[in-house]
Every structure is written in structure tokens, then in C-alpha cells.
């Protein structure tokens, strides 16, 4: 059974750091592409970072320079490091694997995506100003 779990999120005031954790089981995360989506009131589902087999990165414009993703394989862990956080960064953050066969999907809404590769439950990050 594959289990993607998140942990890390929470409440923090504007400019405040948080690290999500994604603790993945039944797949090793260096054997696909990695990624975070969130999502927050009234807003789309956002693709906001990827890290692929080869360790590159990418970066939503909104987070670019802000959020760092990586990954640890011996813990078989992927985390998002989130610095400078804004409270249009309030949102549900998920973890995901990309779906094998088409790869990132993307829509308006997270769980309309969720048959697409492997999520976690999701974590509530709060940033209030």
C-alpha cells in the first residue's frame, strides 16, 4: 500500500518559516518526481514545486526564491522548506507523486486530481499578518 504522509504545517505570523515533511511509504521517492500542491480559500489547486529523478527543481513564480524543496532517499522523506512566508501562502498543502503514465496533472481543484499518481492528506499552513 502506498501512504504519502505530511506533517510540519501549522499557524505562523508573516515572514515566519515552516518545513513540511512528506514521509512516503510503499515507492521510493527517488524513483519518480516529487512534488507539492496547495491549495487555499477560494483558490485553484497550484502545482507550487517539483523535484524530478534527476534533481532538478522547479518553482511556482509565487514561491521561487522563498521555498526549497528536497528530498532525503535514506529516509525516503521529501520536504518543503518555506521562508518569508505571506499570508497569501495560507492554503492546504499536499504531497504528491506524479502519475506514471501522464505525469503532473493539473485543475482547479485538488481532490479532482487525486485519482492522478499518489497524495497525502494534506496539511493546513496558516499565516497571518
Known amino acids: 500500500e502506498v501512504r504519502l504522509v505530511e506533517s510540519g504545517g501549522g499557524s505562523v505570523q508573516a515572514g515566519g518559516s515552516l518545513r513540511l515533511s512528506c514521509t512516503v511509504s510503499?515507492?521510493?521517492?527517488?524513483?519518480?518526481?516529487m512534488g507539492w500542491f496547495r491549495q487555499g480559500p477560494g483558490n485553484e489547486c497550484d502545482l507550487i514545486s517539483t523535484?524530478?529523478?534527476?534533481?532538478?527543481?522547479y518553482y511556482e513564480d509565487s514561491v521561487k526564491g522563498r521555498f526549497t524543496i528536497s528530498q532525503d532517499n535514506a529516509k525516503n522523506t521529501v520536504y518543503l522548506q518555506m521562508n518569508s512566508l505571506k499570508p497569501e501562502d495560507t492554503a492546504v498543502y499536499y504531497c504528491?507523486?506524479?502519475?506514471?503514465?501522464?505525469?503532473?496533472?493539473?485543475?482547479?481543484?485538488?481532490?479532482?486530481?487525486?485519482?492522478?499518481?499518489?497524495w497525502g492528506q494534506g496539511t493546513q499552513v496558516t499565516v497571518s499578518s
Open positions: 510503499g515507492f521510493s521517492v527517488d524513483d519518480g518526481d
Open positions: 523535484i524530478r529523478i534527476d534533481g532538478s527543481e
Open positions: 504528491t507523486a506524479a502519475d506514471r503514465a501522464r505525469g503532473w496533472v493539473i485543475g482547479n481543484d485538488c481532490d479532482n486530481l487525486k485519482e492522478y499518481g499518489y
